[in-house]
Every structure is written in C-alpha cells, then in structure tokens.
C-alpha cells in the first residue's frame, strides 16, 4: 500500500483551509476500499475518512491517513409496491445523487437537495434540511471495519440516529468505513412543505402543487438565499446545531425575550441557535480572519487565508458569550480536526 505526504492546501475542505496529512490517499472503487482496509497497519495510526469536506475544520497536521472516498455507483436494487430501494457509492456528490433521483422519478429526497458533502457522510452525520433528515430515507448503510475489512450491513435501527448524529459518531467512530447507502424511496410523491420559510416561498411564487423538480428548485433558492456557496464563499454550512434546552429553562428565556425562536421537542424546547446568536449581536462580526455570514448568523465564513485556529477562536467567544448571556450550551455540528 502507498500513501503520499500532501503539500498545503492539498486536502479538499470547503473552509478552503490549508490542511496537510502524513498519508492521503483517493480511493476510487469499493473493491480498493475494502483491500485497503484490511491491512492491520492502517489501525496504528489515526484513520480519517473524507468526502467533500464540506463539514470538517482542520486545526492542526492530521498525524495519520486521510483516506479520501471516491467511488461511485447508483443503482435501483428492488421493487416493492410504491417502495424503491436505490443503493449509492458513499462518493457520490450528495446533491448530483438527489438531482438524479428526481430525475429517475425515485422520490423522498426533494427537501435534502443541496446540501454540500457525499453519500457515505449522510448516514455519520444524519444530514437534514427543511423538515426531514437522511435517516427517514435510509434503509441501510454497508461498512467496512478498519484493520480488517470485513463486511456489515448496519440497519436503520442499527446506525442509532439522532440529530446530526449517528452511532458512527459514538461507538464506531474510527472503526468503520461506510462504502455504500440504501435508500427506501417512493414511486408516488409526497410534497413536504411543513417548513415555514419553504411554504413560503412556493406560496410567493404561486406554487400550490409542486412537481418534485419545483419543489427541488424552490428549497435551493431558499437555501443559497441564506447560505454561502462552498465554490465562493469558505465555510462548513451550519457550524452549531441547535440547542435543546428543558421546558423551564424556555420559559424563563421567553419571559425575556418574547421573539426567542424555538419550536416543541420530546425533551423541552430546540432553540434556533441562529437567533441566539445574531440576538448576542455576532452576524456580521469578524474576528481575525474568521467571521459570521452576514445572512445567517449560524454560518461562519472564511475571510480570507484563515486558520482553524481562526475559526476555533471566533467559534469559542461565540460559545461563552451565549452561555453567559442565555445560559445555554452551544454544540458545534462542524468536526474539528
């Protein structure tokens, strides 16, 4: 097996940071995947698996392999009724997957539509947008075990979901690959129009019926309308996820700022951690080479030739500012490295 040292600015991240590696590696077929992963000499080092790079913050000379997923392949593997189970590579684009898909008449993707990053990473980080999450979607995930790379099919149930989060986060993190993706799809479409800003918007543009391409379109105006683009814009999507806080402690909160934006949970109340802090007066704001987007306040950007520490910096006054002002803790959704 060979790796080669990689110079500066040689590992794709859309922060467009300057990362470098001990070993990297681009795989581009599953076959070399799991040979790859079958040597027990991978496992002496950190192993890092990488897609688009689209939710990583590298801080630091990853002291290892980064492995970087290529492979592609989709391909419809059943019938079942109205049931499809469509099977893609994990690197695959994840948006050129959803677009295919809508063009296949395969549906039940519509509301994920651009949303940076590939197949193999919707499953580890659960990715969700506009009222649904990849795990309503998946079926299944097939992985391979580093140091070894055997084989298993790990469940819908088995991949333990949660928000932006998976047991590939938890007790599998560092020990598998995810090579490919099942996915329960649909031949009748079910419009999800439930999220305001998305029913909105059809609504402005006179669309009370969406077709699965109008629908599509509309969520990604909607979502370029307050995100960067990766090809323009430095950045890792939504850097914090949004805090779940108990039924009191909102109360306490709504009695001082009535406009607080949170929506009913299992556990008490999610907060929009966008609110939070665009109301502690950050949106806009840069500090060192590191800012936050000026159209959401989730969203931290790269302002030019910036550093993870840049970003952990920003990413860290942020966090004691909003835990000293509302009391709440903020996790951040982007991996740091």
């Known amino acids: 097996m060979s790796f080669s040292v990689m110079s500066q600015n040689s590992i794709p991240n859309t922060f467009g940071i300057a990362a470098t590696a001990d070993c ?7 076959d070399e995947l799991r040979a790859m992963l079958a040597d027990p000499a991978l496992i002496e080092k950190p192993c890092l698996i990488l897609g688009g790079g689209s939710n990583m913050v590298f801080t630091r000379h990853f002291p290892g392999t980064i492995i970087h997923l290529e492979n592609k392949g989709v391909r419809l593997v059943e019938v079942q009724g109205d049931d499809l189970f469509v099977e893609a590579a ?15 008449g395969w549906h039940g993707l519509e509301n994920l539509v651009a949303i940076p990053g590939t197949v193999g990473a919707a499953p580890v980080q659960n990715v969700g947008a506009y009222g649904m999450e990849a795990k309503d979607v998946i079926h299944s995930v097939r992985a391979y075990e580093l140091g070894t790379g055997v084989e298993h099919v790990f469940s819908n149930d088995e991949c333990r979901f949660g928000y932006r989060d998976s047991i590939f986060k938890h007790e599998l993190k560092g020990k598998y690959v995810v090579g490919s993706v099942l996915f329960r799809l649909h031949r009748t479409f079910a419009p999800n129009i439930r999220y305001k800003a998305l029913s909105d918007a059809l609504s402005s543009a ?6 699965p391409l109008q629908l599509a379109d509309t969520i990604a ?14 950045s890792a999507g939504s850097f914090f996820k ?29 907060l929009a951690a966008g609110w939070l802090i665009e109301r502690a007066g950050w949106k806009g704001r840069t500090l060192g080479r590191c800012g936050v987007y000026e159209k959401q306040a989730l969203v931290l950007v790269n302002r030019g030739k910036c ?14 500012d909003i835990q000293t002002r509302f009391g709440v803790t903020l996790e951040k959704e982007a991996i740091i490295i």
Do not use: M
């Open 221 to 234: 105006e909607v979502r370029w309308s307050k995100l960067p683009r990766p090809e323009e814009t430095g």
């Open 206 to 211: 006179g669309i009370t019926n969406p077709t």
């Open 24 to 30: 990297y590696k681009v795989v581009g077929h599953e």
């Open 307 to 320: 550093t993870g520490a840049d970003v952990i910096a920003l990413a860290d006054a942020i966090t004691d």
């Open 242 to 270: 949004n805090p779940i806080v108990s039924a009191e402690h909102y109360e306490r909160l709504k009695a001082d700022y009535p406009d607080i934006v949170a929506y009913p949970v299992a556990d008490g109340y999610k």
């Open 90 to 104: 994990a690197g695959e684009v994840w948006d050129d997957f959803v677009r295919y898909c809508i063009s296949q």
